[in-house]
């Protein structure tokens, strides 16, 4: 009853957890004490303390952590991932915010990232011209229809462990269960082993879409909090930024109003496009 086990946490319900172990068995667990510090994807060592359940020891170490955070407050999201995958749709309207901060802090852990365009089956002009300047830039952008076919993003989960974020709304449930047409039954499973009624609070879920792929949902969420960040780990998100950095006038310069500042030269020139340059000042100015 005491020997550790090593397994790999699938969901998050508030403060419980469900731990997946190398033979398939899942286990309800908590963490050791009163602070949790688990994402959906760690690798923990837990100790059964009954049949069907156990408490989380420790955590192994992390490739990578995406969380977000504002003052004082982290909310973790997903550890290990090798991708993000950031959702919009041609209805309703996204964040260009949103998706420039998912960006950053996809850039903070070195993590690749695809924009999917969802709901590509109505009149989608507006959203495209949104997501042009990222194409721009070289971010990858696919487009479907999650209600038709989702089979061109299939190739591009393979061997990796994906996290999808996105707003409420932009379709992200229907894709998953497009993807994984077991997915709403892992759901209820879930739902059941942590008693649902009591647990209402998910953070995330992992789900296995073949032996080397994982596919991770998280709730919608309409703010990404970059606050763990500096300004410069902000300006090194902004990845059209790198070839202007070290050029302005001011070692120290927020590129706002200073003289001589290179990247608002850049946005001048049509280098950088001037609504990314608006939301770099954005969110560097609102204290992440």
Request: aromatic content about 4%.
């Amino acid at each position: 009853m005491n020997t550790t086990l090593q397994g790999k946490l699938i969901a998050a319900f508030g403060r419980h957890y469900l731990v997946e172990m190398a033979d398939g068995e899942i286990l309800e667990c908590v963490p050791r004490g009163k602070k949790s510090e688990v994402a959906c994807g760690d690798i923990v060592e837990i100790k059964r303390n009954s049949a069907d359940q156990g408490v989380i020891e420790r955590i192994q170490p992390r490739r990578t952590l995406l969380y977000r955070s504002v003052a004082h407050r982290e909310k973790l999201i997903a550890a290990n991932v090798s991708q993000i995958i950031i959702v919009v749709a041609a209805e309703p309207a996204f964040s260009d915010e949103l998706v420039a901060r998912c960006l950053v802090a996809a850039q903070s852990q070195q993590i690749e990232t695809l924009i999917v365009l969802n709901k590509c089956d109505l009149a989608a002009d507006t959203a495209r011209a949104q997501l042009q300047p990222y194409r721009n830039i070289g971010y990858r952008v696919l487009e479907l229809s999650a209600k038709q076919d989702v089979s061109a993003l299939l190739p591009l989960l393979q061997g990796r462990t994906s996290v999808l974020v996105g707003q409420s709304g932009m379709g992200k449930s229907t894709l998953i269960n497009a993807l994984i047409p077991a997915a709403q039954a892992a759901t209820r499973e879930i739902s059941t082993a942590l008693d649902s009624g009591k647990h209402t609070t998910t953070h995330a879920r992992l789900y296995h879409l073949n032996d080397t792929s994982d596919l991770i949902d998280c709730p919608g969420v309409q703010a990404f909090g970059l606050h763990h960040l500096s300004f410069g780990g902000i300006e090194q998100g902004f990845i059209e930024f790198s070839r202007y950095l070290g050029q302005c006038r001011f070692h120290d310069c927020h590129h706002t109003h200073e003289p001589d500042c290179a990247i608002r030269k850049a946005a001048e020139s049509g280098a950088i496009d001037q609504r990314r340059l608006a939301l770099f000042q954005q969110i560097s100015q609102a204290g992440s």
